[in-house]
């Protein structure tokens, strides 16, 4: 039995029982072991259970105890890296099709949420970004173009509109994704975790996968304790967590750590500020996004990126003076809940998916737009492994290339900070 526990978060204050944790013991031999139960490794198990294999999922925490069970629910389209990076990379026709394997993930937590009849996820539709300066031409344009290329349905909002519904002095013009939604995320794995048990899937906590090993046919992945998983396929999905288990890969992913709090009850308050019920952000590059939660009592609210992994002692007051620059009719309010999660970056800001190696498959690395794309991923790599399709290969130009150590962690933490210049830079110039 493990005793580990999640982390003090809202999440945690709202979630439903989770599973009875399985303690490994002794062999297991299956088809695949996913090592991580995030929401990448939960979606591939889901989905070669499906295809008939049989899994083991192996998870040093909890289920969901990683960015999975802490981030900010927001569900919607596209990856880290943004359309014009990859356009200008890859192609607008590749582009295109990376970004409908991205639009199947979201349309799959959409689907599951409701198959599975997932108690505590509360799906709310709609994201509405708002922009921090007056730039109605050009978020026009933008709207046209994704509409007209990427079939999107992205919809325009006026000053006047924004302001009715986000009552800030700060906020100019908006631009909606009505298909985007928001969910109580850990919920959401929970719901994986309890289905993939149904289906035959071994799903056991508590158990830090120490070291990988091939021989003829198989690996042996061996976990702490005295437990081991002999498989066919081995599928890592261990993102910014990793450590010490497949070095190529750990030191191609950076750990980004990003923050989340939430407000104590306060309805009457927010019905002053926020009226807007879907997800809530600003089209800053290194922008704040926020919802309403708990029938619109409490706001929670993300924002800021360090490459430090230790979590500020000054994070619920650095939160709410972000919260106030904007919304200052909210006055002085309590935190109840503020955490920290680790989110898994390539220099690349793209997914790797692929076979490392005979029978070694990688799915991690979503950055900080994992909710759709762990579901992508995790699709592909069982299509993949199960050999049932050969999708995951759109992602063979995201190699796990070498994130740099930590200059580059330094390099990751500049560019964010260069990105707030640039923003600070076009609010100023408005
Ligand atoms: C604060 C925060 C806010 C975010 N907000 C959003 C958002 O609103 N929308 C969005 O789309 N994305 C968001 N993201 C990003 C998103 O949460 C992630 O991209 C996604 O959850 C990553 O899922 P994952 O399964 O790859 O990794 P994780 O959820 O991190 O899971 C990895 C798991 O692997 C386990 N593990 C690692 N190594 C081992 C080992 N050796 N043995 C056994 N187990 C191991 C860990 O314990 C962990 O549980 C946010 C992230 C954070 C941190």
Redesign the pocket.
């Known amino acids: 039995m493990t005793h580990i526990d999640y982390i003090d978060s809202f999440y945690k204050h709202t979630m439903v029982p989770a599973l009875s944790p399985l303690t490994l013991n002794g062999l297991v031999q299956v088809d695949v072991c996913i090592?991580?139960?995030?929401?990448?490794?939960?979606t591939a198990a889901r989905e070669l259970l499906k295809a008939g294999k049989s899994v083991v999922l192996?998870?040093?925490?909890?289920?969901?105890?990683?960015?999975?069970?802490?981030?900010?629910?927001?569900?919607?389209d596209g990856y880290?890296q943004g359309l014009g990076a990859l356009e200008r990379q890859l192609g607008v026709a590749q582009t295109k099709a990376l970004f409908d394997v991205s639009r199947l993930g979201t349309n799959y937590v959409q689907q599951a949420v409701s198959e599975l009849g997932a108690r505590g996820v509360r799906p709310q539709e709609g994201w509405l970004r708002v922009s921090r300066y007056s730039n109605e031409d050009r978020l026009q344009r933008d709207i046209d173009y994704f509409n007209s290329v990427y079939g999107t349905a992205y919809g325009y909002w006026p000053k006047e509109r924004v302001r009715e519904h986000l009552v800030s002095e700060l906020y100019f013009q908006g631009m909606e994704d009505p298909e985007a939604f928001?969910i109580q995320?850990l919920n959401y794995?929970l719901a994986l975790a309890q289905d993939i048990r149904q289906r035959g899937g071994q799903i056991y906590e508590g158990?830090?996968?120490?070291s990988l090993e091939k021989s003829s046919g198989h690996w042996t992945v061996r976990?702490e304790g005295n437990g081991h998983v002999q498989a066919g396929s081995v599928l890592l999905?261990?993102?910014?967590?990793?450590?010490?288990?497949y070095p190529k890969l750990e030191r191609a992913v950076l750990p980004v750590?990003?923050?989340?709090m939430t407000s104590e009850p306060m309805a009457h308050q927010l019905s002053r500020a926020i009226r807007y019920a879907g997800?809530i952000g600003d089209t800053r590059r290194a922008g704040d996004?926020y919802r309403l939660v708990e029938d619109s009592s409490r706001l929670l609210w993300?924002g800021r990126m360090t490459t430090r992994r230790s979590q500020p002692q000054a994070l619920a007051s650095m939160l709410k003076k972000d919260i106030l620059s904007i919304y200052p009719q909210l006055g002085d309010f309590g935190v109840d809940f503020a955490?920290?999660?680790?989110?898994?970056y390539c220099l690349h800001k793209m997914p790797v998916l692929r076979e490392m190696e005979p029978g070694l498959w990688s799915?991690?690395?979503?950055?900080?737009?994992?909710?759709?794309?762990?579901a992508t991923i995790g699709m592909l790599a069982a299509e993949g492994i199960a050999g049932l399709s050969d999708r995951h290969r759109l992602f063979e130009p995201f190699d796990a290339q070498w994130g740099g150590g930590p200059i580059g962690r330094m390099g990751t933490q500049l560019v964010y900070w260069g990105l707030q210049m640039h923003d600070w830079w076009d609010e100023w110039r408005s």
């Open positions: 090592i991580g139960a995030g929401l990448a490794g939960l192996i998870e040093g925490n909890r289920v969901g105890w990683g960015a999975s069970g802490r981030n900010g629910g927001f569900v919607s880290a928001h995320p794995a158990q830090q996968a120490r976990c999905c261990g993102s910014a967590y990793m450590q010490d288990l750590a990003t923050y989340v997800c996004y993300g955490w920290a999660g680790l989110m898994g799915a991690t690395a979503t950055g900080g737009h994992g909710l759709n794309s762990t």
